[in-house]
């Protein structure tokens, strides 16, 4: 995702809190949805939007004359945005019972949209042969999976990982190993601030992947079907600690956080390690003037880290007049190799085999990429994916949001905690 990886995780700040309109999203799928008809020569043009820079734009639509080619009888009108503007008009075209054929989509949306039915199951697809699962790679297989139905295919994949500043670490004798505890990590952090004078992190505490990481180690989850997974006490302790060690100096002031944005404050050298999804990371290298690798998630026992894989997807329409057409895209998409060649790491690392094989990173960041989420398997640490009820986009937003004013000492970490729930338990009874 280049630059704009954490920048959209940051947008979504944004969007969340957008209600959507109730207005055609309780329909069932029609005949009369969003697909263009077909012409008289039987050519079929199908609605394609997704979220991006323009590098991705092009990349797209590089693949999008790959797939024409093959199927010259499928046209696909393609729009884009940066991700803020994508979901507010796909909001507003969910909401008029008109999103496109196909559109881009995270695990976050998933139960969000498919409640609403906007999402077609692409199970029927599947069977019909027009879309096939077969070649995903290990761990991806029920990531689009909700309540049985099959509502997104991933099409890059990402894991939740550490980015330390190599140096840094060097420099304070400090190697992270897999299996290595929080309170290794911690000792890090200390030592790094005592040998090179600069925060071990940029600020762990607010991040909901990462304490969904920590909670997952410990038995439990940050969501569950239809809920929270942790309680008020849980969530007081993640957060007094956080703000305990900010004021000891191993995290970087969060006012210089800030004021660094949106250049992350690792590549600025205001912290020496910062967790984000590994295929976010390519950003540190443009950014910074350090060298910058891929380090194991600390753990509570020694041994599980709670990960998983994630990624971003591809879904359509519940009311596409051509859901034969719109499979097919998707199945090309997710599985041709030379469109593995063009997309590259772009949306994260390629999730099906032939793609994965296809394409050979030539860049240190994209190998290291591939690499990392080859040892996390080899690890056997990766379970499946946390449950993401509707209401989830918004929960992670407040997270982000208050947890930031904490840190900040805008408000106490008790009352913090409170407002967290209250708007937590407002979003996921919507």
């Known amino acids: ?47 394609f939007s997704w979220w991006g820079a323009d590098e991705r734009a092009k990349r797209v639509n ?27 008009k796909f909001q507003t075209q969910a909401a008029g019972g008109n999103p496109p054929d196909v559109f881009q989509n995270s695990l976050t949306f998933l139960r969000k949209y498919d409640k609403r039915s906007v999402l077609l199951d692409l199970k029927s697809q599947v069977d019909a042969g027009n879309l096939s699962l077969d070649n995903l790679r290990s761990g991806l297989e029920k990531l689009g999976e909700v309540d049985g139905k099959l509502v997104g295919v991933p099409v890059g994949s ?104 949106p250049k992350s404050s690792l590549a600025a050298a205001h912290g020496a390690s910062e967790f984000t999804w590994d295929n976010f990371t390519v950003r540190y290298t443009t950014e910074g003037d350090s060298t910058y690798g891929l380090a194991p998630i600390p753990t509570t026992d020694g041994k599980q880290t709670g990960q998983w894989l994630g990624g971003l997807m591809l879904s359509a329409s519940a009311r596409t007049k051509h859901p034969e057409e719109a499979a097919q895209f998707i199945d090309f998409m997710v599985n041709d190799p030379e469109v593995g060649k063009v997309m590259g790491y772009d949306r994260g690392t390629l999730t099906s085999t032939p793609q994965f094989e296809a394409y050979q990173p030539a860049d240190a960041p994209n190998k290291a990429i591939a690499q990392y989420e080859e040892d996390v398997a080899a690890a056997g640490v990766l379970g499946e994916p946390t449950p993401h009820p509707a209401g989830a986009d918004t929960v992670e937003a407040a997270f982000l949001r208050i947890s930031g004013d904490m840190s900040q000492g805008k408000t106490k970490v008790s009352d913090a905690v409170k407002q967290f729930f209250s708007e937590a338990e407002t979003a996921l009874a919507g």
Request: charged share 25%; net charge neutral.
């Open 158 to 261: 990402n894991v939740m990982s550490l980015v330390i500043d190599e140096k840094m670490f060097k420099a304070a004798g400090v190697t992270p190993k897999q299996g290595w505890t929080w309170d290794d990590y911690f000792d890090a952090l200390q030592k790094i601030r005592d040998t090179q004078k600069v925060a071990g992190d940029t600020g762990y505490f607010g991040i909901m992947y990462l304490y969904d990481l920590y909670l997952r180690q410990n038995g439990k989850a940050f969501f569950t079907d239809d809920g929270l997974g942790f309680t008020e006490a849980e969530l007081l302790e993640w957060w007094q600690d956080g703000y305990n060690r900010v004021k000891a100096g191993i995290i970087t002031d969060p006012k210089i956080v800030e004021q660094t944005k």
């Open 1 to 47: 995702m280049h630059r704009s990886g954490n920048l959209e995780r940051r947008s979504v700040l944004k969007v969340a809190g957008v209600s959507l309109a109730a207005a055609g999203l309780g329909a069932t799928a029609t005949a009369c949805g969003g697909g263009s008809g077909a012409s008289g020569d039987g050519t079929v043009e199908l609605r």
């Open 62 to 88: 590089e693949s999008i004359k790959l797939f024409e080619k093959k199927f010259p009888k499928i046209k696909v009108k393609t729009d884009f945005q940066d991700y803020q503007s994508f979901w507010e």
